[in-house]
Each structure stands twice: as structure tokens, then as C-alpha cells.
């Protein structure tokens, strides 16, 4: 199991979300771009990362999440949505 996004990391990741959606494939550049940021992050430094971490299928799992709980779609989305996930959304959306 990978670990936990961080707050800021979901930041960007929601603000990636209203960009672009979640309808976007992994290999999309603006998720491509976000998880090169996001591996350049200095946060979440406890361990040695695996080359998977914050990988655009990652992000794009998030992405997921988020769809999971935007009332304006009615795409179910990943059920796996952190209580993280869930603070960000109320705060931002």
C-alpha cells in the first residue's frame, strides 16, 4: 500500500481535479506534470520512495477519488477516499 498523500499534496491534486477532471488518462501532460511535482516534493520523506510513488496512475487514482465525491457528477469514482480526501473537498470545492 502506497502512503498517504499529505495535505498540500492533495491540494494539488483537487486543484488538478477542477482543471482538467478525472476523465483524463494517466498519461495525460497535466497529470504527467503533476506527478513530476510531486515526486520533487520534499514531503512525505519517512522512507525510501518506490519508483510508483506519486506516479501519473497514482494521480490519476486521486483523481478518481475526488470524482467519487463531486455532486455535480454522477460517476461513481473510487470508493476508497480518504477522511484527508474528504477535508480537502469541503474546504476547496
Given at each position: 500500500?502506497?502512503?498517504?498523500?499529505?495535505?498540500?499534496?492533495?491540494?494539488?491534486?483537487?486543484?488538478?481535479?477542477?482543471?482538467?477532471?478525472?476523465?483524463?488518462?494517466?498519461d495525460?501532460?497535466?497529470?504527467?506534470?503533476?506527478?513530476?511535482?510531486?515526486?520533487?516534493?520534499?514531503?512525505?520523506?519517512?522512507?525510501?520512495?518506490?519508483?510508483?510513488?506519486?506516479?501519473?496512475?497514482?494521480?490519476?487514482?486521486?483523481?478518481?477519488?475526488?470524482?467519487?465525491?463531486?455532486p455535480?457528477?454522477h460517476?461513481?469514482?473510487?470508493?476508497?477516499?480518504?477522511?484527508?480526501?474528504?477535508?480537502?473537498?469541503?474546504?476547496?470545492?
Open positions: 500500500m502506497g502512503r498517504s498523500w499529505e495535505r498540500d499534496e492533495l491540494i494539488l491534486g483537487l486543484d488538478l481535479y477542477f482543471r482538467v477532471g478525472a476523465r483524463v488518462p494517466s495525460d501532460p497535466a497529470v504527467v506534470e503533476i506527478s513530476h511535482l510531486l515526486r520533487g516534493l520534499p514531503l512525505n520523506q519517512g522512507n525510501p520512495r518506490s519508483q510508483t510513488f506519486r506516479s501519473p496512475d497514482s494521480v490519476h487514482l486521486k483523481l478518481q477519488n475526488f470524482l467519487s465525491m463531486d455535480a457528477h460517476a461513481k469514482g473510487m470508493a476508497h477516499a480518504s477522511e484527508a480526501d474528504r477535508e480537502v473537498w469541503r474546504e476547496f470545492s
